[in-house]
């Protein structure tokens, strides 16, 4: 039973450059957040997605977006990347009506340049 | 409020010594409370949780203690080992909102 896998495991960017994270939950889940942790910082909540849809939102600007496919994977997208970007990105998946309980994956690093 | 720490505070403590991490949460409405371990190059993961009508709940070598009255969250871990060594994040929630996550604490652990 594969747990939350995330690609890639790390990625250079420069400034106004757009990047995209992926993400596949633990088989069964229908649920998947993401979190920006910075250097020396709990995870900040991003956004979540359930049923293709985005169903909440942290305090990030629109450069923030994501994606659900039907597979319940998902992809977070951020454009004109700023140096404060730079982050681990983790995804973490659930159930619907279980939300609490989130697994996380490894995280992606990325660094902007 | 939002996670905003610019510190990670350390906790050093001698292998076999019983360990107590502290956390203080913001919101008084929270449903719910975690905490997560990090160990270098990985994501955090799920110790134990307590939802917030209970005051203590034990797993295997951690304890979780919640004092409503001071919005203050302990975790216990007994007989530490060097495997218990990482970052650890409580995290308080509410039900069918988001996560929040404290500052974290930096747990050592030597011979």
């Known amino acids: 039973d594969a747990g939350v896998t995330q690609s890639p495991t790390h990625l250079i960017k420069t400034r106004g450059q757009q990047v995209t994270l992926r993400c596949s939950p633990k088989s069964g889940h229908d649920t998947v957040s993401w979190y920006q942790q910075a250097l020396g910082q709990g995870p900040q909540f991003i956004f979540q997605?359930?049923?293709?849809?985005?169903?909440q939102r942290g305090n990030f600007p629109d450069r923030f977006s994501g994606h659900q496919f039907p597979n319940y994977s998902s992809e977070l997208n951020v454009n004109a990347l700023l140096l404060g970007d730079s982050a681990l990105y983790l995804c973490?998946?659930?159930?619907?009506?279980?939300?609490?309980?989130?697994?996380f994956g490894p995280g992606t690093r990325l660094l902007v340049l | 409020g939002e996670s905003v720490g610019l510190h990670l505070p350390t906790l050093s403590v001698q292998e076999g010594d019983n360990s107590i991490i502290n956390c203080a949460y913001s919101?008084?409405?929270?449903?719910?409370f975690i905490w997560y371990k990090q160990e270098s190059g990985k994501g955090p993961q799920f110790i134990i949780d307590?939802?917030?009508?209970?005051d203590k709940r034990q797993g295997q070598r951690v304890t979780v203690l919640l004092n409503k009255t001071v919005k203050h969250l302990s975790l216990q871990i007994a007989a530490t080992q060097p495997g218990d060594s990482a970052v650890y994040f409580c995290a308080e929630g509410i039900l069918n909102d988001k996560l929040i996550f404290g500052t974290g604490t930096r747990l050592q652990v030597f011979p």
């Open positions: 307590i939802r917030s009508n209970m």
């Open positions: 973490a998946s659930s159930l619907a009506r279980n939300q609490e309980t989130q697994y």
């Open positions: 919101n008084s409405a929270s449903d719910y």
């Open positions: 997605y359930y049923e293709e849809e985005e169903r």
